[in-house]
């Protein structure tokens, strides 16, 4: 019999933390799973409202106080089996959702200040535990059809997509440039958040369930779109977002400053041991390092740097700390590590210094009006720059959706900040303006978090199973 007062006497617990000491030299999830007894006690707390808040914040509207109850009972593979049905990556969101301001965020518990039940390190713990105990998704009663869509991009989107299409009946295969499967899961979101090893083992889930991988290949290069069109009786592109937006000030392309992504994917393949014939690893070993930016991204360079062996890190931001976009828990995290930040400072130059140093000139800035999107703009004080000298400038501005060049032959609009159209609501949900292509992720809604770029590839999907049956 459950308590419904478990909330007070068991405060949260999202499982222990490796030390920063520790965790600040190793490319490793800091998190550690939860057992057995400590999940189901903390899934206890839940107050099963009658009106799950946490649910309509979860993009993908998981059932999460049913699994919660499940995980109570000590019922894994139903937990299993039920989380599944919302989500195609639910250990991967367990681990990357900044959930403070989605499902967590929304908890009833946190209004009386006893902390949210914490929902991701459940959802991380279900899908974990129940592939450590043999569950596998059911496909025993799947029908196959002779239908085939070709599924362009392995990251969070494409897998979605995949996911749904062979558990019904529909052949995925999905082609991607790079040598393994993920996209950003892969390459930009570093160990210490998802280790490859959990991508690695959703591969082998996703083949299992007869979803076919092209790796090492890029549509528009090594194999031309008519093809793939010829091919399969439907494309869906996640391609993602991809385009480096810069900083528009002096110095941006000296010798010493990096573009975050390529950084992160260096780090990446060394770690999987694939960078390129011809490639320097890149290493910030004994190096004083300056990040600009506030995002996800620019957390995950600082931290990588420092991990690296970094002398000394520092992240600067235009905005204040309360005005950053990333994770609230990342930031946390980083100063943990050592990271230290600078707020309010906007790059003005970099100069290349005699020796191979740069000097960065920052200038401060003020809060001004808000933008279009309720975000208040960072306004430079006059006469306040100020140097900061370092070996690496890494410059973490975000990302942008991109048009392919192909796509003007293939009759695929994209709106003028390069994103591809295709509507959640077209009466083939995620149809772009070539009947036979679909789309969704970041390259439909711009740079944005996985669990999105999961829902859209989910619902593309169910677009595309509809288009081929119609
Ligand atoms: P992607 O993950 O970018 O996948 C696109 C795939 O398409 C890639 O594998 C690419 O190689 C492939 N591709 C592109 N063009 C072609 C082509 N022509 N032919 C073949 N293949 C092609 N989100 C979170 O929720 N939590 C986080 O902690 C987080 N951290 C992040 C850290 C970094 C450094 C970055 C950059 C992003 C982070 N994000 C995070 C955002 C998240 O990773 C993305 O929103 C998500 O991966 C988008 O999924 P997608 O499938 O649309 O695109
Ligand atoms: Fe929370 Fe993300 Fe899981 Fe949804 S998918 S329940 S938002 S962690």
Redesign the pocket.
């Known amino acids: 019999m459950s308590d419904v007062f478990q909330f007070m006497k068991l405060s949260r617990n999202p499982g222990d933390k490796i030390d920063a000491s520790v965790r600040k030299i190793e490319f490793k999830e800091i998190y550690q799973p939860l057992h057995e007894v400590d999940a189901a006690e903390q899934a206890g707390r839940c107050l099963s409202c009658g009106n799950p808040y946490c649910e309509w914040e979860c993009p993908v509207h998981n059932y999460i106080p049913n699994w919660l109850k499940l995980v109570e009972e000590g019922r894994l593979f139903e937990a299993a089996e039920l989380s599944h049905q919302t989500n195609s990556l639910p250990e991967i969101c367990g681990r ?3 959930q403070d301001r989605l499902c967590e965020g929304a908890c009833t518990l946190n209004q009386g200040g006893f902390g949210a039940v914490s929902i991701g390190s459940i959802e991380k713990y279900i899908t974990d535990e129940a592939f450590k105990a043999g569950w596998r998704p059911d496909m025993s009663k799947v029908v196959w059809t002779d239908k085939t869509v070709g599924v ?7 897998l979605a997509c995949a996911d749904v299409l062979v558990r019904n009946g529909v052949k995925a295969i999905v ?4 040598e393994e499967i ?4 892969t ?3 570093p160990e210490f ?1 998802l280790e490859k090893s959990v991508v690695k083992r959703r591969r082998e889930i996703l083949e299992g369930m007869g979803v076919e991988f092209v790796l090492n ?5 090594d194999v031309s779109i008519e093809t793939l069109l010829a091919k399969h009786d439907a494309i869906f592109m ?5 385009k480096f937006m810069k900083g528009g000030f002096p110095g941006e392309d000296c010798p010493g400053v990096l573009e ?2 390529p950084y ?1 994917i260096n780090n990446a393949r060394q770690s999987m041991g694939t960078l390129p014939e011809g490639e320097a690893a890149i290493s910030m070993k004994g190096k004083h390092v300056l990040v600009l930016g506030g995002g ?2 620019a957390m ?1 360079c600082v931290r990588t740097a420092i991990r690296q062996g970094a002398k000394r890190v520092i992240c600067a931001y235009r905005r204040d700390e309360a005005n950053m976009p990333g ?1 609230k828990r ?1 930031v946390c995290n980083a100063k943990e590590e050592g990271i230290e930040f600078q707020w309010n400072r906007q790059p003005i130059a970099i100069e290349p210094l005699i020796g191979g140093t740069l000097a960065v000139k920052l200038a401060k800035t003020c809060l001004g009006v808000p933008d279009v999107n309720g975000r208040r703009n960072a306004e430079v004080v006059p006469s306040s720059e100020e140097i900061i000298e370092c070996d690496h400038v890494i410059i973490a501005f975000g ?1 942008q959706a991109e048009a ?1 060049s192909w796509f003007h032959t293939d009759n695929i609009k994209a709106s003028s900040n390069g994103r591809t159209l295709a509507s959640s609501r077209s009466s083939f949900p995620y149809q772009t303006s070539n009947p036979k292509i679909f789309a ?4 439909v809604r711009g ?7 999961v829902y859209e ?1 989910r619902q593309a999907a169910e677009g595309l199973l509809a288009y081929l049956e119609h």
């Open positions: 990357v959702c900044p362009i991009g392995a990251g969070p989107a494409g082609y991607d440039r790079y993920g996209g950003l899961l390459f930009g979101i958040k290949t890029e549509i528009g290069k996640g391609m993602g977002a991809y975050a992504l992160l996800d991204t995950d994770s990342e990302f392919a969704g992720g970041d390259m740079a944005d978090l996985v669990v999105r770029a590839g």
